[in-house]
């Protein structure tokens, strides 16, 4: 299949769509983050990146602590507003409803209204052209009680969660298949007895 060559550009699709929630003194702010993911898993280790331009650069920066807030695609709207107007001028939190919520020993908010949100301290801060990434250690994750099965399992695929993809947001579809599932050997199909029925 032919393909056509769009030079050189960061368009890694889809990507988490996120809300980042951040605190200094008293100032709380939220910012949607594309620019976002994993990069060890023991310890655990996560990445926002974020132009200094960002009015949250500075309070994360300064305090050394952030959130990042999944989204589902029921607040993708409130998320668009969090990435487009500055915090410099609106408070956020009040502007779209969210519940800021301190759990012991969180020195930065979390949204509420979010299903899972990860507390991160701030490793390093690393310049790398437009943005500069902030690499932190997970230090909590935070999860709605209706998220877990019944055997304790953190089901995702129940928080409706959206994606950033090249300039818009999607909303997550079916799961379709789980890791290791390419290797997985089918069950093999029940042997007709003499009656004409299967053993299984």
């Known amino acids: 299949m032919a393909k056509r060559s769009l ?7 889809p990507v988490p769509a996120v809300m980042v929630s951040c605190a200094l003194g008293e100032e709380t702010n939220i910012v949607t983050v594309a620019w976002c993911g994993t990069v060890c898993t023991k310890p655990s ?8 331009s960002r009015h949250s650069y500075g309070i994360i920066k300064e305090s050394g602590y952030f959130v990042i807030n999944l989204v589902p695609s029921a607040l993708a709207k409130k998320a668009d507003y969090c ?8 408070n956020k939190f009040e502007k779209c ?30 310049p790398l052209g437009s943005h500069d990434m902030f690499l932190a250690e997970v ?8 998220l877990f099965d019944s055997r304790g399992a953190l089901r995702l695929d129940k928080a409706g969660l959206c994606a950033y993809a090249h300039g818009s947001y999607y909303e997550l579809g079916k799961r379709i298949g789980a890791i290791g599932f390419s290797a997985t050997k089918k069950k093999p199909k029940g042997r007709p007895t003499q009656h004409g029925k299967s053993k299984n």
């Open 7 to 13: 030079g050189r550009g960061a368009v890694l699709s």
């Open 45 to 52: 280790k996560t990445y926002i990146s974020l132009r200094p």
């Open 83 to 90: 990435g487009t107007f500055t915090g410099a001028k609106v």
């Open 97 to 126: 409803g969210f519940t800021p919520v301190y759990p012991e020993g969180c020195p930065v908010p979390l949204i509420a209204e979010c299903p899972v949100s990860i507390l991160c301290r701030v490793e390093q801060i690393l």
């Open 139 to 146: 230090v909590e994750v935070f999860a709605e009680e209706a």
